[in-house]
């Protein structure tokens, strides 16, 4: 029942931006904690970000601090990740997560790639 369907990954060049979404379903979207994962080739997941359904707090990994930006709007079932100054480390498919599934659940992700 529970879908979420990343987009808005793609190729850019270091330094460039990108703006991810997630489409969320089959649960109510606004009540509940959402975040973002991400996964390197050979590596494990790399949590990054989340977001309070309640009082809109947000929580960012040291790593990516400053550079990310998560938002969500609740008429639209839809989170946001606001990537800027991209770098090559940050080449990995980005998923995002919800506690309605605890933090299952994660969909397919979108991949991100960042190389001259």
């Known amino acids: 029942e529970v879908q979420l369907v990343e987009s808005g990954g793609g190729l850019v060049q270091p330094g460039g931006s990108l703006r991810l979404s997630c489409a969320a379903s089959?649960?109510?979207?606004?009540?509940?904690?959402m975040a973002w994962v991400r996964q390197a080739p050979g590596k494990g997941p790399e949590w990054l970000s989340g977001i309070n359904s309640g009082d809109g707090r947000t929580y960012y990994a040291d790593t990516v601090k400053g550079r990310f930006t998560i938002s969500k709007d609740n008429s639209k079932n839809t989170l946001y990740l606001q990537i800027n100054g991209l770098k090559p480390e940050d080449t990995a498919v980005y998923y995002c997560?919800?506690?309605?599934?605890?933090?299952?659940?994660w969909g397919q992700g979108t991949q991100v790639t960042v190389s001259s």
């Open positions: 089959g649960f109510s979207f606004g009540t509940y904690d």
């Open positions: 997560a919800t506690t309605r599934t605890a933090w299952g659940e």
